[in-house]
């Protein structure tokens, strides 16, 4: 399987002798999604970004990223991170031979995402603030000294990301809505621009973003100073790309809702438990809103995007499963164990 850039390179702006820094990213699978179908009345899939190599989407714009940042001479990538980015940056910089520097709000990221940065040789600042005071900072920092920052303030993020909505047309033509998990805003930009861009004149999606009710400042209106929820991938108070997500939701006739850190977890469980799929809780935010505020009128083809893997963040995983059985090493034991739990 080829990596996005081959795959898509006409759609890219890259040439046929640019160089290239792939983890073979992209082309994740979209799952028709039975229980959720039925529970809203419309045609459901999931789109599982977790699939990618380092376990969200996150790949598809540092794929791009780091190989124009190689293009360009860089010596080493920047970013700052609620933790995917971070993992991402630091697989791509491992696999271009660049340094990674990778800066995130101290206490705030996920066990897998950490152990991912550290494990491929980035080097973690765990700074004592916010995730929006980390992406001031590393602003600041690129402009000062010649390092590629590859946060989605980056134009060559978006481009990458977008493919994925070139994918979604690919593989079940065009659909009515698509609900998303909305942080900094990239990704809701990334995939409006990659459903204007397939076919001009194509019927296009109402973009439906979700934020934490914690995190929620497009909600609001108004930058949220101490963003707080259990979804760790979206907490973000004052996004980036602000403006073009509101464009995007106003554009295609969608909108933003907020989902309680409640209605997330409800759907994080549900997903697992019945469609069989694992994603870590800033995902199931797009399972949560279409849940909580059902299809928008007339929508019958919807896709969900699950932004990341389950496993990135197992902490919250296990306190929110049911526990282990412990048990004796004996038939009866084990049999009681299966049939009864106990
Ligand atoms: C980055 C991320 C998001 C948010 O995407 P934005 O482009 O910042 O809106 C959502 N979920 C996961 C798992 C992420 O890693």
């Avoid at 590393?138 to 060559?156: G, K, M, Y």
């Avoid at 990301?161 to 009515?176: M, N, R, S, V, Y």
């Avoid at 893997?309 to 090493?329: F, M, R, W």
């Amino acid at each position: 399987m080829a990596g996005l850039i081959e795959r898509y390179r006409d759609r890219l702006p890259f040439g046929p002798d640019d160089p290239v820094v792939s983890l073979q990213e992209g082309s994740t699978p979209l799952v028709y999604a039975c229980h959720i179908s039925e529970r809203v009345g419309a045609q459901v899939w999931l789109k599982i970004e977790g699939a990618n190599p380092t376990g969200s989407f996150k790949d598809r714009g540092m794929t791009c990223a780091v190989s124009a940042a190689v293009r360009e001479g860089a010596s080493a990538v920047i970013c700052a991170s609620t933790g995917n980015t971070a993992a991402s940056a630091a697989a791509y910089a491992a696999r271009a031979g660049l340094r990674g520097a990778v800066i995130v709000p101290e206490g705030k990221i996920a066990t897998g995402k950490l152990a991912q940065a550290l494990m491929h040789g980035a080097r973690v600042i765990a700074l004592r603030g916010n995730f929006d005071q980390a992406l001031e900072l590393v602003r600041e920092l690129a402009q000062r000294h010649p390092i590629a920052l590859v946060n989605s303030v980056n134009p060559f993020r978006l481009e990458g990301q977008k493919t994925a909505a070139f994918e979604i047309l690919e593989e079940i033509g065009t659909i009515d809505a698509l609900c998303i998990p909305v942080g900094n805003a990239g990704n809701i930009t990334a995939y409006w621009k990659g459903f204007q861009e397939w076919e001009p004149g194509g019927a296009l999606p109402q973009m439906r973003g979700f934020q934490a009710a914690g995190a929620a400042p497009l909600v609001h209106g108004a930058p949220v100073e101490r963003p707080e929820t259990v979804a760790s991938a979206i907490r973000i108070g004052n996004p980036a790309r602000w403006e073009e997500a509101i464009a995007a939701m106003r554009d295609s006739r969608g909108g933003v809702e907020a989902v309680t850190d409640e209605q997330i977890l409800d759907a994080y469980r549900f997903l697992a438990s019945q469609e069989g799929v694992f994603c870590e809780p800033a995902s199931a935010a797009s399972v949560a809103g279409l849940l909580a505020y059902g299809a928008p009128e007339g929508a019958e083809r919807i896709v969900c995007v699950l932004t990341g893997h389950g496993l990135k963040d197992p902490q919250t995983a296990l306190e929110q499963a049911g526990s282990v059985i412990p048990c004796e090493a004996d038939l009866a034991s084990v049999e009681r164990a299966i049939y009864d739990g106990s």
